[in-house]
């Protein structure tokens, strides 16, 4: 079973727009991590946050955790054509991270 | 030149037959993983290993089977007993402390 679901499913967006992509999960967790994966590749790890922060940023990234509502959002700021890809959360619990179903991001330029 | 490799990129199998998909990993990791990911979909667990010569099952692993005799090395097979295998397979790897996994950049598997 999946433990993250992100909204929306599908996002599509102007170049220069702010994208936000939202992530649930439902057991306690470690941390939470985001990754990137384009069309038919590998995914890439992008940021992540502990249990105990509530906001981390990494260059047009900003990452929120709020554990209360076992909850995250990732935002992409001033969005570009090359930000076009499958975004997904994975929580940690223990030694295994647990994917969710991904956010599918679209840029047009 | 550091990092995790796949192959082959496309694989293709005859119903009935098992296949065996290679991982390879230079980053002197570890743990390694393997997914399994259908279209549109997210991310499942099928084995990992923490450690040469131990393995564990994931959320899938029926089906599937793999070993660990070398730190570098992480073989998936997909069995016949596996009744839906077309799909993407992806491994990664870690380190023990890290919280980021490494990931290869998949298997595309499809059942003719």
């Known amino acids: 079973s999946q433990q993250g679901e992100e909204d929306p499913q599908a996002l599509s967006i102007q170049e220069g727009e702010n994208a936000t992509m939202n992530c649930s999960y439902k057991?306690?967790?470690?941390?939470l991590q985001w990754y990137r994966q384009n069309s038919g590749r590998g995914l890439v790890h992008l940021i992540l946050?502990?249990?105990?922060?509530r906001e981390k940023h990494s260059g047009r990234l900003r990452v929120t955790l709020d554990t209360s509502k076992k909850s995250s959002s990732l935002l992409i700021t001033a969005s570009r054509a090359a930000d076009t890809a499958s975004y997904f959360c994975?929580?940690?619990?223990?030694?295994?991270?647990?994917f969710g179903g991904g956010t599918r991001l679209m840029v047009k330029p | 030149d550091g990092g995790i490799t796949q192959s082959p990129k496309y694989l293709f199998r005859k119903e009935g037959q098992n296949v065996t998909l290679s991982c390879e990993q230079n980053?002197?990791?570890?743990?390694m993983y393997w997914y399994r990911q259908d279209p549109g979909q997210g991310l499942r667990l099928i084995y990992y290993?923490?450690?040469?010569?131990?393995?564990q099952k994931g959320d899938i692993a029926e089906g599937y089977s793999v070993s660990r005799e070398k730190k570098e090395s992480f073989p998936l097979t997909v069995t016949s007993a596996q009744k839906n295998p077309t799909a993407f397979y992806l491994c990664?790897?870690?380190?023990?402390?890290?919280?980021?996994?490494?990931f290869g950049p998949g298997t595309r598997l499809t059942v003719l």
């Open positions: 057991t306690s967790i470690n941390n």
């Open positions: 946050i502990r249990s105990n922060e």
């Open positions: 980053l002197n990791h570890d743990a």
């Open positions: 990664a790897s870690s380190t023990l402390s890290s919280k980021e996994q490494f």
């Open positions: 290993s923490q450690i040469v010569n131990d393995f």
């Open positions: 994975a929580t940690r619990a223990g030694n295994m991270l647990t």
